[in-house]
């Protein structure tokens, strides 16, 4: 498995795996722009040339917003997204933030344990944030 950076030659990849993985997909347009962003630390994870995941976060300052870590489903409980979260925050670290921050459904419990074992927190739970289910916001000093 290799990480690197995501590029505009990988959106359409990244838009596919997207609406398998994500319950409110973006729209390739946006995955364009986030891309291309200077802000937004985009990263994949391939093997043989193929994605298997990917993570991206926002820089904003001295803090970063998470905005999706997404793996395919047969790529699972393989240490992929843990191995793309570890090269995110190394990134974030390189740009001088302090503090990331995401959000995950309460429901999602493979991706609250993922993010407790690498040291986020739990600072608050938003009610009803994706539609009917509540999201933990966690927060992690970098």
């Known amino acids: 498995m290799h990480i690197t950076d995501c590029t505009a030659g990988d959106v359409d990849a990244l838009s596919a795996l997207e609406r398998e993985c994500i319950v409110c997909p973006w729209r390739r347009e946006d995955i364009l722009q986030a891309v291309d962003d200077d802000n937004v630390v985009f990263l994949k994870a391939e093997t043989d040339g193929r994605l298997q995941g990917y993570a991206a976060a926002r820089v904003l ?3 970063a917003e998470t905005y999706n ?3 395919r489903q047969d790529c699972r409980r393989q240490g992929i997204g843990e191995a793309l979260l570890r090269e995110l925050i190394i990134r974030l670290k390189e740009r001088g933030v302090k ?3 995401l959000e995950v459904a309460v429901c999602n419990e ?3 344990r993922l993010y407790g074992k690498l040291g986020f927190t739990v600072s608050y739970e938003r009610k009803k944030y994706y539609g009917a289910d509540s999201a933990y916001v966690m927060e992690l000093s970098l």
């Open 69 to 71: 870590v997404a793996v």
């Open 61 to 63: 300052f001295d803090e």
């Open 110 to 112: 493979p991706a609250y």
């Open 99 to 101: 503090k990331m921050y």
